[in-house]
């Protein structure tokens, strides 16, 4: 068993470094050979496969084929309960035993299957974490179907571990305020996850290096390196755990991100290359200039589609009635639609409108600003079709972050009880937390950890609108005693 890194606690204590405890886990790694694959559900990857990068393709890799089995709760309380230690674990990922307790009531809990790589027969099954003697994991893992004669090749744990308070100890580039020129990232930040702590790791890195260097050549500081909420995931997890610091592991959600709709997979590279070129840390020239390629075949496909237009019932006769308004087309028919207006509207794809774009061109006589060279390509398709579906979707997004920012002085009502019926949007973990804190102001509520700027926005329009119920009830009230004395004086 590896020991624990005690020393690195007390010197994090001695520079006096607010400490707290969390807790993670990781299940048992399985040999794939033991398994019975053709007894459990599969769940295909994606197909085609998505590559990460939009400069590289992957060539010759295979889907990935998650699996899915359902698990017979086994699992002893007594014994359950003397293992759990006083750390807070993750609540959206938790161990078996947390599940168990949460959910008494069920007879199993789904676990998924996900092979580690292309090159090897390991598994991991994901929702199996618990810190359970190896006995007793082989016993409940055997409990699954497809998994009877499963055989274990690491057993899986829990591990207790203390971490810095982000919100006191870190400033936006993961340098800590007690020690200059000390980065931390991932774990110790109050995180858990893979993928939070890469993010971090960039971050803090990125920074680390570049003052490393700038000192080691003689240069001034260099500008920091931060990436915004508006810019990235990785900006609004930084953000979160700065400002508002965490007491339970931290795990991202695009939930916790106010411009969900404009941060997108599609349009990674459209955000952040040039910053990172900006900044050092991109000098590929292919990938800046694939970059660029992307961007102009994006605007032109975009302004094309913006510049076409047929009537409303042309759409529908050469698309699909149902598809261009349905029965409403009898009352627009003579209406013109620009290409970009029919697909924004539901259940209508880009294909569909590019299908009789093309059509119509060969037909006439085309001018260069509508003129299509064919369908758009794999490489723009998502990216146009997402920024003319959601353009209308973003413009309300930041109306609403720009009234919730004018809002922030705004006092919440005392009297409002935080249940599922009065909002029913949102999280279970929400609610719990608003009900803790009666927060009284939205700036106050802003700096609850797990509130995310979506839920603000919600909360701020259910008391507006309540207040103006309210104001409609008064003068309601109002009126009705106006006229009843008036219908006492003309009586009397």
Known sequence: VEPPSIGLAKTLEKFEFPLGRLKTGTPARVDGKTIDWDACIIQPS?????????????????PINVRRNTMINVINRGQTLKLIGDGNGPRYCPSIYKKVQRF????????????????????????????YPPDIQLKILRSMTGLSEVEIVRPGYDVEYDFVNPQTALTH????????GLYLAGQICGTTGYEEAAAQGIVAGANAGRIAGAAARGEETPLPFVIGRDEGYIGVLIDDLVTKGTNEPYRMFTSRAEYRMSLRADNADLRLTRKGFEFGLVHDQERLQALETREYMIDDRIAKLKHFSLKVQDWADRGSRELMGGAQIGKHGSQKKTADEVVSMPHV??????????????????????????????????TVEAAIKYQFYEKRQQRDMASWRRAQGLRIPPDITYVRSEFPALRSEELEKLSRVQPTTFAEASQISGLNPHTLVYLYNYVERRSKERDRSRRRENQNLVNNRKQATESG
Not at 173 to 180: C, F, R, W, Y
Not at 356 to 364: G, H, N, P, R, T
């Open 104 to 131: 008494p009531e069920r007879t199993g809990h789904n676990c998924f299957l996900e092979p580690e790589g292309l090159d090897t027969d390991i598994v991991y099954p994901n929702g199996m974490s618990g810190p």
């Open 46 to 62: 994606e197909n085609p496969v998505s590559s990460f990068s939009h400069l590289l393709q992957f060539r010759n890799e295979q």
């Open 173 to 180: 580039t993961l340098e800590t305020k007690p020690i200059a």
């Open 349 to 382: 794809t880009l294909k569909d409108v590019e299908n009789v774009m093309i059509a119509v061109q060969s037909e006439q006589q085309s001018d260069e600003e509508t003129e299509l060279d064919g369908p758009s390509p794999s490489s723009i398709y998502d």
